[in-house]
């Protein structure tokens, strides 16, 4: 249908799927969610306005979409059973966070995150976001020796801030973090633990690596990442948080619902609470650190020296190479990824002395230890500077023999 009504922009959409066939994922926030969810993505909910929350709506005719949204947040939390309350409102983990920030810091105050430079997110207090606007912010970062969190530096700083939330997350970490520690420093200083899990989630979801129920008030993630659903947010918490952080989504910080990509997330939950979800994130793991593996052997300084989930990061300082360069020349080649921050990083965010990697969306196409070790490979011989159109053709066997779904 779009076809004929639309070709111009039917033509972008086959160009995009194109790229995404004939090219590598690597990018350790980027995905391919399944056909079904799709087809969710898309469905007549699309059409429906339902401000309010399931039996409490400000639009009639929305009994079917209350039950969506029920059976969502009924399948978030029998993938974190021990978590009270879902709300799988948020449109994205961005709103997430700065929807739970909101009702728990309140206006002015005090939160408590990792910086940016460090591997934090943007929505967690960086000047340029409204959270660094809106909260008073202090943030932590990584020893630069190791790369690991400085445990001690969050507990000295918060010991002097006095935060209101602390947020034990990031964006590109590529270790498990220890939310009993931060469990710990947050009742200290009376503070809520916000935990950010948009990276680790689907791991988590599976119990391939541990998570932080038990220890922190709240979760936010995004639903697109490692848990591989539709683009979107998610908030879980205690019964006891569950009215300040409902109404600071609805109608704090968003109007009506994305109810179409309710429904994806119900059925992307549902997928995630399958056993060949366990063995698809069991598959990322185990990717993740054979390439960092390969990687290292290749020659590459991986930060932490190896990881525990489904992300590596690359120290390039050495090699002659920025991040700039070789997210420029994979692209040619035909992988996909990105340019990072390394802890101490002397350059800016636009060239870096590092990238990242992920092994979410490659696995959810079928590679396995040999296609990650041929990747390594290729990307090794980037960094040394080979002519990254010599190398096409050995990434576009490994996109042949393992199509996008
Ligand atoms: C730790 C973390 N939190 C929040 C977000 C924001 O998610 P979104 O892009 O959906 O706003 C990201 C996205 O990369 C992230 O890595």
């Known amino acids: 249908m779009l076809d004929a009504q639309d070709p111009e ?50 639009y009639g005719g929305c009994a079917i979409a ?42 002015g105050g005090r939160i408590l995150g990792v910086a940016l430079a460090e591997g934090g997110h943007l929505s967690h207090g960086h000047p340029v976001s409204h959270t660094g606007k809106m909260f008073e912010v202090e943030q932590y970062g990584t020893n630069h ?54 990276h680790p989630a689907g791991l988590m979801a599976a119990g391939v690596i541990g998570s932080p129920v038990g220890h922190a008030d709240v ?24 009215k300040q952080i409902d109404s600071s989504v609805f109608p704090g910080g968003q109007g009506g619902p994305l109810m179409h990509q309710i429904a994806a997330k119900a059925v992307a939950f549902a997928e995630a609470l399958a056993p ?25 300084k991986i930060v932490t020296g190896g990881t525990d989930t489904h992300m590596v990061v690359v120290d390039l300082r050495g090699t002659g190479a920025t991040g700039a360069d070789v997210e420029s020349r994979c692209f ?28 979410a969306a490659a696995t959810t196409r079928g590679l396995g230890k040999d296609q990650f070790a041929e990747l390594a490979s290729i990307i090794a011989e980037i960094v040394r500077g080979t002519d990254p159109a010599s190398l096409k053709a050995r990434v576009a066997t490994l996109c042949d023999a393992h199509p996008a779904p």
């Open 9 to 58: 922009l039917a033509a972008l959409l086959e160009r995009e799927r194109q790229r995404q066939t004939r090219s590598l994922t690597l990018i350790a926030s980027e995905n391919h969610c399944s056909p079904a969810v799709r087809e969710a993505c898309s469905s007549v909910l699309t059409d429906k306005y339902a401000e309010g929350y399931p039996g409490r709506r400000y």
């Open 145 to 198: 020796e190791t790369g690991l969190i400085d445990y001690d530096s969050v507990r000295d700083l918060a010991r002097k801030f006095r935060p209101k939330v602390l947020i034990a997350g990031a964006s590109s970490y590529p270790r498990e973090l220890d939310y009993a520690v931060f469990a710990e420093i947050a009742r200290e200083v009376d503070a809520v633990l916000l935990a950010d899990i948009a």
């Open 219 to 242: 979760l936010t993630m995004t639903t697109h990442k490692t848990l591989r659903g539709p683009r979107g947010g998610l908030i879980l918490c205690s019964e006891e948080l569950r």
């Open 66 to 107: 209350d039950q969506v949204e029920e059976l969502a947040a009924a399948r978030a939390l029998r993938m974190f059973p021990g978590m009270a309350h879902a709300n799988v409102q948020p449109h994205s983990g961005t709103s997430a966070n700065w929807e739970v920030l909101s009702a728990l810091a309140g206006s």
């Open 332 to 359: 040619e080649a035909g992988i996909s990824l990105n340019k990072n921050m390394v802890p101490g990083d002397p350059e800016s965010p636009r060239v870096t002395s590092g990238f990242r990697v992920g092994t």
């Open 276 to 300: 060949e979800f366990k063995t698809y994130q069991q598959a990322v793991k185990d990717n993740a650190a054979h390439l960092a593996a390969c990687l290292a052997e290749g020659g590459m």
